[in-house]
């Protein structure tokens, strides 16, 4: 008490004392203003959808135009769903480092949060499909995966490759490795049939196809063991012709040289 | 058998210019050096040096026995669905491993003895190979071209024309008959192509396209714009179930009757053909290749284009499956459907143009 009275009279105290009043007051404001405030918005969801769109107009509108309508550079975004825009931006495919019909994954810069804004934002532009919740895409059947092996061959399989690790398109174009890939942007990718892969709705792959192909997929590439040992990226004969090529028939010079060079006489020279 | 190395025993290394006698050197600088002395291997003088290259060679013929029997132990004893975890590998096949792994052994054993041998024990002496030009000399050649004219001279091959045309046309037939003995790869295919289980359907009894996923038959709205959906024909007269993966001929049928099912905004259809073949922009492609049957489906929604895998056929479904690059020879044959009552996609004949690859007899 004596320290606190011995500097009442400091020249700063008056200062310090403004500051305090005012964090009292900005952190009243702060833990109820707010309440208020949602009580006489309509809901939270349309405080998301506005958030959405100034997050929009930052990342997405020069391509896609302010009110996602399209433009030379991009396409409307009206009734792509917040599915769409969950893989889209969730994969980091968008913002897209250029226009093009491939589009490549790369490192997420928004989090969850601000994805889910922006879903909300072009979801509410038309309808379209909805974000999948986790019990959408997780399959629960015992034999979801050996189904969801059958359909990954009749509908995936022939870009993806048999074990999901992708394969070559036309002109440059690929499609992509499904390895490292999460379950719900796999479900998301099927729903809304993202750049040149074709979409495959409910209507002709109903949800629980879907769930099981994701878990054939999510099984090929964390469990399902690898007969032969050495997978060389599964990727058929090209891969094993070439190790065969280079590191087999490389192994059997470098060790007819090693021979060679290695002699035998009692005396070296 | 009992040598020792002293230094009695080695050879006499004798001295190169021995082999071509004195050599001026400032006669000719680049004289011929000769073959170096031959020099002993250790074996060759240290006879239990000889005796451990020799134990070490069938040690390692030994160890390859060994290993195959190991070979064929593992193959009899072994689980063929045993799955191990085995370090840097992971998750693999015991039996696969173990039969890999003594096979190598088994083979790199007996190589390894075989250059061990050959290198220790086998005779390492130098042994030179001369060279001589290998045309004869001017002489006989002369009396060969000499030879030669006379025989063509004699047999009037010059002068008689017809002789000479006639046999160098039938040598040049010959080979025919290799080719001719080619149509022993046959049979061909006749006409089975040009029939696919699409051509039972008529107006009257019309076949309606069945989802292979759900094995449900298929409405024109469930097929959305880009997507993608494989179907096959539904009861006919002659399978009153549909084709069925039970079915015995299953494997047969749908390799003629496959289908993919996109939908195109009807705008983006250049080919008014095929259009017109299509339901509200809904069309049915087959799915076989027309260069040499691999299944397509490689379809890109945006450019419109399958891709064959085997070897990069490009087609480009929005213009009537038209070949745009590979060597395909055909555009992708199209099955003309449309809607009954009820909302469900029908075809009421086959595809316009027999399916699969090309072949001799094909009609279009
Ligand atoms: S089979 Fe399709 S390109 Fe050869």
Redesign the pocket.
Known sequence: MKKLSARRRHPLAALVVLLFALVAIGGLYAAFAPAEAAQADSSAQSLKIDEGKKLFAVGCSSCHGLNGEGSSDGPSLVGVGSAAVDFQVGTGRMPAQQPGAQVPRKKNIYSQNDIDKLAAFVASLGPGPVTPTKDQYTATETDAISKGGQLFRTNCGQCHNFEGAGGALTQGKFAPSLENVDEKHIYEAMQTGPQNMPSFPDSTMPEKQKQEIVAFVRYQANEAPNPGGLSLGSLGPVTEGLFGWIFGLGALIAIAIWVAAHTTKAKKS | MSHDMSDDKLPQAHDASDAHGDVAVTDNPFADPGLPAHQPRRTDIDERAAKRAERQVSLMFLVSMLATVGFIASYVAIDPDKIVYIFPLGHISALNFALGMTLGVALFCIGAGAVHWARTLMSDVELPAERHPIEADDEVRADVIEQFKTGAAESGFGRRKMIRNTLIGSMALVPLSGVVLLRDLGPLPEKKLDVTAWNEATPAAPIRLVNMNTDEPLKAEDVAVGSLTFAKPGPSASRPAGLQESDEDFQQAIAKDALMLIRIQPDDIKDANSKALGFEGVLAYSKI??????P?SLYEQQTHHAL?P????TFDLSDGARVIF???GHPLPQLKITTDASGYLIATQGFNAPVG?SFWERSA
């Open positions: 290749c027309t260069h040499v049957g691999c397509i064959c085997c070897h990069q056929s590979g060597p395909a690859p």
